[in-house]
């Protein structure tokens, strides 16, 4: 009973080294979802694919690019990490919408771009 | 986008109750949500209340929504160590959740 699978769990990069996060959920979730986490500022949406086939862009796209490789996996992409990217980066997956469930998040990656 | 806000701090002594607070933009939400975070963990589903509910209990938990007011809250009772931790209160718009900053709950003894 996995539910939401984040790798790596730690990463340090230097500035303009590109690595893909990667996150798979085992629970038939239609929806799922890159956020990331900085002091004060609470979760803020990257990306999302409502369903599998879908991407969107959320509130702070800008450096990342984003893959629904299948029902189950949805990876985010750095190309050019910059210091700024430096942060917690949640993954969440849920049913179609978010219902009286809400989401499901994996344990998080901390990035650290030096 | 959504605006969602709360304080970011709350200090409570062991056995008395927390109240957190929150505001919220977005008066099409369906549902409204409270996460708790743990250190170095994700965040995990708390509790929810649905729209056209006023007040939902579960067990220590209360949650009053005042919807004129946007205004959600969240209520502990008699609070334990185990419930330090951040707590995220989040609203619903199509398929995303809108969070707000977090308030870092501290319980002293």
């Known amino acids: 009973n996995a539910g939401v699978t984040q790798t790596p769990k730690f990463q340090v990069l230097k500035t303009g080294q590109s690595m893909t996060l990667q996150c798979a959920q085992d629970?038939?979730?239609?929806?799922m979802y890159w956020y990331r986490q900085d002091p004060g500022m609470g979760l803020r949406l990257i990306y999302y694919?409502?369903?599998?086939?879908?991407?969107d862009k959320g509130e702070v796209p800008n450096g990342y690019n984003v893959s629904r490789l299948n029902k189950r996996e949805f990876s985010l992409r750095l190309e050019s990490a910059a210091p700024s990217q430096t942060s917690v980066y949640f993954c969440?997956?849920?049913?179609?919408?978010?219902?009286?469930?809400?989401?499901?998040f994996g344990s998080g990656t901390r990035l650290t771009v030096v | 986008g959504e605006d969602v806000e709360q304080s970011l701090f709350l200090s409570v002594r062991e056995g008395d109750s927390s109240v957190i607070n929150c505001t919220y933009t977005?008066?099409?939400?369906?549902?409204l949500y409270w996460y708790k975070q743990e250190p170095g963990a994700g965040l995990q589903l708390l509790t929810y209340?649905?729209?056209?509910?006023d007040m939902k209990q579960d067990q220590r938990l209360t949650v009053l929504l005042n919807k004129k007011d946007k205004h959600l809250s969240l209520r502990i009772a008699d609070t334990q160590t185990g419930d330090s931790a951040i707590y995220f209160c989040?609203?619903?718009?199509?398929?995303?959740?809108?969070f707000g900053a977090g308030t870092t709950v501290t319980v002293r003894a």
């Open positions: 969440a997956s849920s049913e179609a919408g978010q219902g009286a469930y809400g989401y499901t």
């Open positions: 629970m038939n979730h239609n929806s």
């Open positions: 694919s409502a369903s599998e086939g879908t991407t």
């Open positions: 977005d008066s099409s939400s369906t549902y």
């Open positions: 209340i649905f729209s056209n509910m």
């Open positions: 989040a609203d619903s718009n199509d398929y995303k959740l809108s």
